[in-house]
């Protein structure tokens, strides 16, 4: 194992998950990535190692742990981004911007933009927020 995927197994224990090999091999390529991944192309990358249950279970898992949190783009089809350290199963804690790009369809995730506090009614429990904002990214407009 690389120092990387040592690290993601340490991840994974983390959260009291089997390392597995095709576990590694996702966070691997999505971490690869300073975008989110979508489904699709997660297959054609990975199709080799996993097949599509395996994969289709394996995203499942992550974002029910709070490991992946999953965005759709302008087509709606799901992309995967890595969570940050402060994410568990209970709730995602890294609520931040999604940049869609209206040209490229790429998913950026804009960490560093502060959300406003919501105030949600005192019987309602609060999951995830998500804010998508749609433009053209930095690498289109140039
Ligand atoms: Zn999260
Ligand atoms: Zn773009
Ligand atoms: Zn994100």
Do not use: W
Request: hydrophobic share 35%; charged share 25%; glycine share 4%.
């Amino acid at each position: 194992m690389t120092g990387k995927q040592q690290r993601f197994a340490e991840l994974l224990k983390k959260h009291k998950l089997r390392v597995t090999k095709p576990r590694i091999a996702v966070l691997d390529v999505i971490s690869d990535k300073e975008v989110a991944v979508s489904q699709p192309d997660l297959e054609k990358l990975l199709g080799r190692e996993i097949d599509r249950v395996t994969l289709y279970r394996c995203l499942a898992t992550f974002e029910e742990k709070g490991i992946l949190h999953k965005v759709f783009d302008l087509h709606g089809t799901a992309a995967y981004a890595m969570c940050n350290a402060s994410c568990s199963a209970e709730q995602h804690a890294d609520q931040h911007v999604h940049f869609i790009c209206s040209r490229c369809n790429q998913v950026y995730c804009l960490d560093d933009i502060k959300l406003p506090q919501l105030h949600i009614p005192q019987n309602y429990r609060l999951e995830q927020v998500g804010v998508n904002a749609i433009g053209i990214c930095g690498a289109c407009n140039q």
